[in-house]
């Protein structure tokens, strides 16, 4: 099982924390982003196919799309790809946020 990441101003000081990271905020981030699109609906398939509605923004990584899920002012991706981490440490830098695990 693939560990989960939060990109997140929670620890921030000077109020950072209480504004968290707005879905604006993450369009008008992202669409800078050549290799980030957005979109509202993020679709499994495998066996079973499965729709999941949210804020994704799907990070084309090779023949790979990642999604970076926009939630109640968090950033949320699965690391089971290893090219996650550099990616979302850039992605947090840049934002003025940290990152968790869990």
């Given at each position: 099982?693939?560990k989960?990441y939060?990109i997140t101003?929670e620890?921030?000081?000077n109020?950072?924390?209480?504004q968290?990271?707005?879905l604006?905020?993450?369009k008008?981030?992202?669409?800078?982003?050549?290799?980030?699109a957005y979109?509202?609906v993020?679709?499994?398939?495998?066996?079973?196919?499965?729709?999941?509605?949210?804020?994704?923004f799907?990070?084309t990584?090779?023949?790979s799309?990642i999604?970076?899920?926009?939630?109640?002012?968090?950033?949320?991706?699965?690391?089971?790809?290893?090219a996650?981490i550099?990616?979302?440490?850039?992605?947090a830098?840049e934002?003025?946020a940290?990152?968790?695990?869990?």
């Amino acid at each position: 099982m693939s560990k989960r990441y939060r990109i997140t101003r929670e620890f921030k000081e000077n109020g950072a924390s209480e504004q968290g990271i707005s879905l604006e905020e993450c369009k008008q981030y992202f669409s800078t982003k050549p290799d980030f699109a957005y979109t509202s609906v993020f679709t499994v398939t495998g066996a079973t196919t499965m729709s999941i509605e949210g804020d994704f923004f799907m990070w084309t990584f090779g023949d790979s799309k990642i999604p970076f899920r926009h939630y109640q002012g968090d950033i949320y991706v699965s690391g089971s790809n290893e090219a996650v981490i550099p990616k979302m440490l850039e992605i947090a830098g840049e934002l003025d946020a940290d990152v968790l695990e869990g």
